[in-house]
């Protein structure tokens, strides 16, 4: 009596996983060889800093403001709140996120109808070479209306590295 002479199916099966999982390998490190370095450099995960109030009433010309210092490094800061105009005429509205003094800004003007609200957001990248100030305030013409600054937040977000320039 004669064997036959062949594998069995699931012998070849995972043969054949065995050398795709082979060339796999193989291809992932002459891609990194091609690419300059045999280890992949890993990433610093980014810190995160959140502050938030979810209730300013805004009565004087300049709204209740926000200042915190951020230590050295590449950071993209959003700041966001609804605004909402408690009067019956429309009001100018204007809101500013600012680092390390104006080097770097982020300016955000809507019209506030009477009785009405609207969402504000702003955006700003900086890379802090020592430790260095966020500031955030809102503007309103002397003698409108209230405000009432809603949910608003400020989030700074220590990156590895920035790529700041214009398109």
Known sequence: MTMPSTTPVRGRRSLRLSALAAVATTAVAAGALLAGNATSAEAVPPEVISRWNNELIHSNSISPGFSMFLGTGAYTISAKLTAQNTGSAAI???????????????????????????????????????????????????????????QVKITAIKVNSLDNQPF
């Open 92 to 150: 100018s509205y204007t809101c500013l996120i600012s680092a390390a003094g104006g080097a770097d800004t982020d300016v955000a003007e809507v019209t506030l109808p009477p009785n009405s609200k609207q969402g504000v957001f702003l955006n700003v990248v900086h890379n802090f070479t020592s430790t260095g100030q966020l500031s955030f305030a809102c503007t309103k013409p002397a003698g409108t209306a209230q405000v009432r600054m809603q």
